[in-house]
């Protein structure tokens, strides 16, 4: 989808736990969206961290919403941590970046408006999983 469109573009950033199934996904994007008049079908495209290039859930969701799913390197995702709401050591320890949800967010949004994005919905998380929303516009 291009920029001009009419349509605001809204990515998803995703973190997930190994095995975090695509109804646990649902529930977190479904959940954090709705606080914010929007749904699923707003979502322009969802991303994660390389390293999760190859989970279920979060390929089952990419087909389920008919979006796609662009993975990040850590390196890559680093570039956006000036940005991030939330710093998790833990996170690092095991990613080699601060915060997955927030920063694969900025990075596919970054990507797709050729822009400088920001985060419209902040980290959010259940017990499998991180979303983060960027865009162009706070919302």
């Known amino acids: 989808m291009s920029p001009s469109s009419t ?8 973190g997930c736990q190994r095995g975090c199934s695509v109804e646990s996904l649902t529930a977190l994007i479904d959940e954090s969206l709705a ?13 994660s961290l390389d390293l999760k290039a190859s989970e279920p859930g979060l390929l089952a969701l990419s087909e389920r919403l008919g979006v796609p799913l662009v993975f990040f ?6 570039a956006f941590e000036e940005q991030l709401s939330h710093r998790s050591q833990i996170a690092f320890d095991k990613t080699g970046c601060y915060g997955v949800a927030e920063s694969a ?12 994005p920001c985060l ?3 980290r959010r998380k259940n017990s499998h999983a991180t979303f983060a929303l960027a865009g162009a516009n706070p919302l």
């Not at 008049?37 to 979502?43: I, K, R, S």
């Not at 390197?73 to 680093?78: N, Q, T, V």
């Not at 967010?105 to 400088?116: F, R, V, W």
């Open 73 to 78: 390197s850590a390196h890559e995702l680093a």
């Open 35 to 47: 606080l914010h008049g929007l749904a699923l079908g707003d979502v322009t495209a969802l991303a």
């Open 7 to 14: 349509r605001p573009i809204l990515v998803v950033g995703l």
């Open 120 to 122: 419209l919905i902040t």
């Open 105 to 116: 967010a900025l990075a596919l949004a970054a990507q797709i408006l050729a822009a400088s």
